[in-house]
């Protein structure tokens, strides 16, 4: 199965029941603080790859009641999960960022997305005029533990189709190379603060640790973090 077909099918689906969505509060908080470091103040917000919809309905929740929403993705089935919520002011589409075109919008969404993307640098180009403030959520998986222990990073593809993996300064520098202005960028912890199994409460005691002395030292080891990153 090519990478793209495992969207414009149902395996994605079949692979990952529940879309993720369980980790859409947390993803929402992320960006939230993003937004309020730097005082934007959006009217309009877009998310490329928005998946089953829920980080935009929970960004509705919490944004003014003024802000209005738009979600793209290339599956079918993802955008099937989003019909029940979207409203007046949340809209969904299911069609190629680089083929529909979506109207600008004063801030751009791009969560967990160019991991996915064979070819990233072209991708990233699509994006830039689209919106002035651009906000990726970007997995920095390229670590120590997982270079090493045989079939950890082949995981990420097989479940979840990462056919990119990156370090926080190649995620950066890819971001550059394409045209995009890096604003402010943090580490965040799916590991350690979505993990739900015993594997992931075990692992999550190393990282914990590792990232009280320094977060980039942890994501060089272990490969836990990811990295929110703004870009103008």
């Not at 738009?70 to 599956?75: N, W």
């Not at 990233?124 to 919106?131: D, E, F, G, Q, S």
């Amino acid at each position: 199965m090519r990478s793209d077909d495992l969207y414009t099918t149902n395996e994605y689906l079949r692979r990952n029941p529940t879309y993720h969505v369980e980790d859409a509060p947390w993803k929402a908080s992320h960006v939230l603080t993003m937004v309020k470091r730097h005082r934007l103040s959006p009217a309009t917000v877009c998310e490329i790859g928005c998946g089953a919809g829920q980080v935009l309905v929970e960004l509705q929740a919490r944004m003014p009641p003024t802000v209005r929403f738009h979600g793209y993705d290339v599956s079918a089935a993802a955008i099937d999960l989003c019909r029940d919520k979207a409203n007046q002011r949340l809209a969904f589409t299911c069609g190629d960022v680089s083929t529909i075109r979506p109207p600008a919008a004063e801030l751009l969404l791009c969560l967990d997305v160019i991991e996915h993307v064979p070819d990233c640098s072209a991708f990233l180009r699509t994006l830039l005029p689209l919106a002035p403030y651009r906000l990726f959520h970007i997995p920095v998986e390229l670590s120590l533990y997982k270079c090493l222990v045989p079939g950890r990073l082949r995981l990420a593809t097989a479940r979840y189709g990462h056919v990119r993996f990156f370090t926080r300064t190649s995620a950066l520098r890819a971001l550059e190379a394409a045209g995009h202005r890096v604003v402010d960028d943090f580490y965040t912890v799916p590991g350690v603060e979505c993990g739900k199994t015993l594997e992931s409460r075990i692992g999550a005691i190393p990282v914990t640790l590792a990232s009280r002395v320094s977060p980039g030292l942890s994501a060089r080891l272990f490969g836990a973090h990811s990295l929110m990153v703004l870009t103008g």
